[in-house]
């Protein structure tokens, strides 16, 4: 059983940076694409930013030089690292991973970006 569990969220000003962390459980998380999602408020879920099991990264045009994805494959561990956070960077943050059929979600962690 796989469990994603975020946290890092909370209250930051704009301009300001946050690290939010994906705490993963089960076999084999070096094998899969790890996943940063975001829903802001009445709006769809989007993909944030993406690792793969080789370490090749991507992101949404709107977080690029801002955002940084890694992970730490002895901890399963998968962060995101922002950076000049903006008021359009709040939302309900989702760590995922995927591959061989299957996806998984984390329950989310909130961020607000406000003055």
């Known amino acids: 059983q796989v469990q994603l569990v975020e946290s890092g969220g909370g209250l930051v000003q704009p301009g300001g940076s946050l690290r939010l962390s994906c705490a993963a459980s089960?076999?084999?998380?070096?094998?899969?694409?790890m996943n940063w999602y975001r829903q802001p408020p009445g709006k769809q879920r989007e993909l944030v930013a993406g690792?793969?099991?080789?370490?090749?990264?991507n992101y949404l045009d709107s977080v690029k030089g801002r955002f940084t994805i890694s992970r730490d494959n002895a901890e399963k561990m998968v962060y995101l690292e922002m950076n000049s956070l903006k008021p359009e960077d709040t939302a309900v943050y989702y760590c995922?991973?995927?591959?061989?059929?299957?996806?998984?979600w984390g329950k989310g962690t909130l961020v607000t970006v406000s003055s």
């Open positions: 995922n991973q995927a591959g061989y059929g299957v996806s998984h």
């Open positions: 089960g076999s084999f998380f070096s094998a899969y694409s």
């Open positions: 690792i793969t099991s080789a370490g090749t990264t």
